[in-house]
């Protein structure tokens, strides 16, 4: 279900998957196909981890490649998570054929 809050999308982003929701900053974005099934590919993470455990391993990287990249939007886009969702945005059949636990192809051997 997608639903439309500008308050509840932080600065600098339009959207957020929230399980089971995806918020989106306005109502055109519901056009934008790439960024709704970004979203929806959080939400298939979400739901996978069992929607906690996401959060907890989602902050811990970040905060790890925050530490690792020392700014806040290479941190971001080098958050596996975002990687597998960056990375397929735009190809709308990849929810069908993504494997489980898709986001760990993700994570660079080299990193940790």
Known sequence: ?????KYLIPKGYTGLAIFPFVFLKNTSLKLDKALVNHEHIHLKQQLE???????VLYCFEFF???LQYKDWKT??????FEREAYSNECDFEYLKSRRT????KYIRANDF
């Open 49 to 55: 981890l069992l929607v906690f455990p996401f959060y």
């Open 101 to 104: 636990w898709g986001f760990l």
């Open 64 to 66: 790890f490649r925050l």
């Open 1 to 5: 279900m997608i639903l439309i809050s």
């Open 75 to 80: 941190a971001y886009r080098n958050v596996s």
